[in-house]
């Protein structure tokens, strides 16, 4: 007779250190924020099984954006590395990861941005890569601009990365963003100020990262990524 596996809990995350699905501060919220208690709903085994991503589907310009379009993108290279782990430290094997950004002037290549800056043909702001067996993911990229977003008066969105990270199947999904150490944005951004803990808002800080540097080439920054638990990086709801 085979044992029945009995079902391990994890430890869950402390109060404030994960942003709420509403924040004053933060306007758009008011409209997309549920108004009701979330419902739970039950996990098929197609939702929970599929698709798998690997490797053998990314291409050299998915892990190295500075190259796009037959040219060279415009701006500061910058090395953007790290691991993605449990609650435990262990390392989140063959986990699809993706970024997007806005380019070296702060806009994004998208229809719905008319930020009143320059775009770039040589960098399409969009990476992917598959962490290896130690949780490990790089990416070679453009250090994004600050740009105007019209949450409030004069309002600034600091520079920063989005992370999409995906488990085995698109119902085990997870959004967050990546912050430059001492940007002085920071402190007036909605976004990055509504995880109420402060610990916990510096865990979507990156380190620069003097190992990862590149000699006359690119700068590095380090930042590791926790799915779950008391040292979870926050979320976007």
Do not use: C
Not at 25 to 32: L, M, P, Q
Not at 99 to 105: L, P, V
Not at 189 to 209: G, M, Q
């Amino acid at each position: 007779m085979s044992a029945i596996a009995t079902p391990v809990g994890y430890r869950p995350y402390a109060p404030d250190t994960q942003p709420p699905h509403a924040v004053d501060a933060y306007g758009s919220t008011r409209k997309r924020a549920p108004s009701q208690p979330l419902i739970g709903m039950p996990h098929t085994l197609s939702e929970i099984t599929g698709p798998r991503f690997g490797k053998a589907a990314l291409r050299a310009a998915d892990q190295d954006m500075t190259q796009f379009g037959g040219g060279a993108a415009v701006g500061e290279r910058i090395i953007v590395g790290g691991r993605l782990l449990d609650e435990d430290g262990k390392p989140i094997r063959d986990a699809l990861v993706e970024i997007w950004q806005a380019n070296a002037a702060g806009r994004y290549v998208h229809a719905g941005d008319q930020h009143d800056a320059p775009l770039d043909p040589h960098f399409s702001g969009l990476g992917a890569t598959v962490t290896d067996d130690e949780g490990r993911y790089r990416f070679t990229t453009i250090r994004p601009g600050a740009y105007p977003w019209r949450n409030h008066r004069n309002a600034w969105r600091p520079a920063h990365i989005h992370f999409s990270l995906f488990g085995n199947a698109y119902a085990q999904r997870l959004v967050t963003q990546m912050y430059f150490p001492g940007d002085p944005l920071m402190a007036f951004d909605p976004i990055f100020n509504s995880t109420a803990d402060r610990d916990a808002r510096e865990r979507l800080v990156a380190a620069f990262d003097w190992d990862s540097t590149e000699e006359e080439h690119a700068l590095g920054y380090r930042f590791d990524i926790v799915l779950r638990g008391r040292d979870q990086t926050p979320m976007e709801a």
